[in-house]
T-cell receptor, first 112, second 117 residues
């Protein structure tokens, strides 16, 4: 079974702190996506990384794809209450059937 | 602003009743996905369609769940009979999936929160 394991599962921090969320697998993925889901809404795509070692930045969020394309990380600098939500990583296969393997998610709470 | 729409947003029903959830994918997308999300299991893929044809429904309990795409603008997920363990949030997502593309993006609807009493 192809699994994506996210850690930590829950994270509660104060506004202004930095944090990193990890997404790990024993399988190679051709692409890795990060989604954020707010309460009562569906997941929203934040970024897609496709090249081993790739780093993408989205304002205070930095995404990295591992060199072997088996893992990824999301780093948030100076977290804000608006960053609160469920962060999901999802891996795509090279056959690109469209199907994604989702991790269990990391619930982030940023307190003012 | 193109979005995936889902109806109803909330549904409370009694065990044994039929439940139908509807989804309108984004115009031009050729693939539609149905997911179920619970605290315990996270986001699970139930079924997905390409150009209205079912590609994979192995994640769906066959005896009570059925998914269809009557036309390109409508996907349905039915549960009959419903059971309390079906209580969850059901998401529909759509995307444009082409083998010439290295990856695809999925756009999610707001979900249907189902409670079966």
């Amino acid at each position: 079974t192809q699994l994506l394991e996210q850690s930590p599962q829950f994270l509660s921090i104060q506004e202004g702190e930095n944090l990193t969320v990890y997404c790990n697998s024993s399988s190679v993925f051709s692409s890795l996506q990060w989604y954020r889901q707010e309460p009562g809404e569906g997941p929203v795509l934040l970024v897609t990384v496709v090249t081993g070692g790739e780093v993408k930045k989205l304002k205070r969020l930095t995404f990295q794809f591992g060199d072997a394309r088996k893992d990824s990380s999301l780093h948030i600098t100076a977290a804000q209450p608006g960053d609160t939500g469920l962060y999901l990583c999802a891996g795509g296969r090279s056959s690109n059937t469209g199907k994604l393997i989702f991790g269990q998610g990391t619930t982030l709470q940023v307190k003012p | 602003d193109a979005r995936v729409t889902q109806t109803p947003r909330h549904k409370v029903t009694e065990m044994g009743q039929e439940v139908t959830m509807r989804c309108q994918p984004i115009l031009g997308h050729n693939t539609v996905f149905w997911y179920r999300q619970t605290m315990m299991q996270g986001l699970e893929l139930l079924a997905y369609f390409r150009n209205r044809a079912p590609l994979d429904d192995s994640g769906m309990p066959k005896d009570r769940f059925s998914a269809e795409m009557p036309d390109a603008t409508l996907a349905t997920l039915k549960i009959q009979p419903s059971e309390p363990r079906d209580s969850a949030v059901y998401f529909c997502a759509s995307g444009l999936v082409l083998r010439t593309l290295r990856y695809n993006e999925q756009f999610f609807g707001p979900g249907t929160r189902l409670t079966v009493l």
